[in-house]
């Protein structure tokens, strides 16, 4: 069975033909305010993606420690904050799609206890 994926773009520019963005709202600005829109319907975090995602982009530039991006569940629909920028969707992306089957395979009860990792993916030895 495959996954349905829905993109959601928040951006007031964006809306107003200002610019062109693939996503957003997760930085400083005042008007950014997708965390809080995301936190206010998911039902459990999974912090561990929007670290890996920051941890990816504090690779490229320190900039990447400004972003507030979260990700969690609401029933079973995984929901992931991206950055505005198409380079930092693109960095985002790269990041989280060796883990992503997993997770919706786990998310809809699929997955068992313990699976090959996927290419690329590297395994804790101590485990």
């Known amino acids: ?32 305010v997708t ?15 929007a670290e890996a995602m920051r941890q990816a982009g504090l690779a490229q530039t320190p900039m990447a420690m400004l972003s507030r991006s979260v990700a969690g569940l609401r029933g079973r629909t995984l929901i992931v904050n991206l950055p505005g ?5 693109r960095q985002n992306l790269a990041q989280l799609l060796p883990v992503l089957p997993h997770a919706l ?3 809809r009860g699929e997955a068992g206890d313990h699976v090959a990792m996927p290419k690329g993916v590297q ?5």
């Open 35 to 49: 965390p809080e829109a995301t936190l206010a319907v998911v039902d459990r975090l999974v912090p561990g993606m």
């Open 123 to 127: 395994s804790d030895p101590a485990d």
């Open 85 to 89: 920028s198409e380079r930092g969707v």
């Open 1 to 32: 069975m495959g996954f349905r994926v829905g993109i959601l773009t928040v951006s007031d520019k964006g809306a107003r033909g200002q610019r062109a963005d693939t996503s957003g709202g997760t930085g400083l600005s005042p008007r950014d």
């Open 105 to 107: 395979e786990t998310l």
